[in-house]
């Protein structure tokens, strides 16, 4: 029987859920996108939860795409494309709008939509060694839904600078660039996410956290909505372009991109 791609428990009102596919590691697919969806979901309406948590199993929090997804963007429609868009749009809308405190702990590299995981997340722990990176213009795709939130979290020069360059950078710069909430070592970093989440649980009111949460969101992201509809039109439109067709076949066949 195949594992679950993702694990979901519940302990002292903190909801712990694990990106459960090490050995692809913890890249994106459809199924993957939606399992993580509606375990958030699942959070969301659990009474006993008050504090959700995301990690990763394995070495790498998440690489990205999947290669076999890679491949099926190029055969889809921009109508497949299009609900495909969705669908990873309603998950980072999950995690941004759940009505519960979100943390990341990043014990490995999280790259392009993973970083987009990463810094989505109320709260971000990583350790010193994670690098982060949003990756697509290498590939001849775009950041589009994920700059939708990176662009909240930072400034407009240095968003170029992530995004425009397709550079990884160290767990000590995303924390200059405001992207993640703390550094720490990867001894200390499981108890440290804990001993935060029962700071959370224990000294602050549910409903305050949600509202304060809803208030930042609401009074910093005002157009967030009409921003995501332009992105989810422009990934699926730039999924059939020549570059993106190349940028895939040249990253599956391992070869160098010449732009």
């Known amino acids: 029987m195949a594992e679950p791609l993702v694990l ?10 694990s990106i459960n596919r090490p050995e692809k590691r913890n890249a994106l697919n459809p199924e993957l996108v939606q399992e993580l969806t509606n375990s958030f979901i699942r959070a969301s309406e659990d009474d006993e939860v008050k504090v959700v948590v995301l990690k990763a199993n394995g070495a790498v929090f998440s690489a990205g795409a999947d290669l076999a997804y890679l491949q099926q963007l190029q055969l889809n429609t921009y109508e497949e494309n299009l609900a495909d868009s969705e669908n990873l749009k309603r998950l980072f809308t999950t995690i941004y709008y759940l009505p519960k405190i979100v943390i990341a702990q990043v014990e490995g590299h999280a790259i392009a939509g993973g970083c987009g995981l990463a810094t989505v997340c109320d709260i ?3 350790v010193p060694e994670a690098n982060f990176g949003y990756t697509e213009v290498k590939l001849g795709f775009v950041p589009a839904i994920v700059s939708c939130f990176l662009l909240r979290k930072t400034s407009e020069t240095i968003a170029k600078r992530i995004l425009l360059t397709g550079s990884l950078f160290a767990a000590e710069e995303a924390l200059n660039y405001g992207l993640i909430t703390f550094v720490t070592n990867k001894e200390e970093i499981s108890h440290k996410v804990i001993d935060f989440a029962l700071n959370l649980c224990n000294e602050a009111s549910a409903n305050s956290l949600m509202v304060t949460k809803q208030l930042i969101g609401q009074t910093t992201n005002p157009e967030l909505e009409k921003s995501l509809s332009l992105a989810v039109q422009i990934n699926a439109r730039v999924r059939d372009t020549e570059d993106f067709k190349k940028g895939v076949a040249s990253f599956l066949n391992k070869e160098r991109i010449e732009w």
């Open 8 to 17: 979901y428990s519940v302990s002292q009102r903190i909801a712990s859920i």
């Open 124 to 126: 971000t722990f990583a």
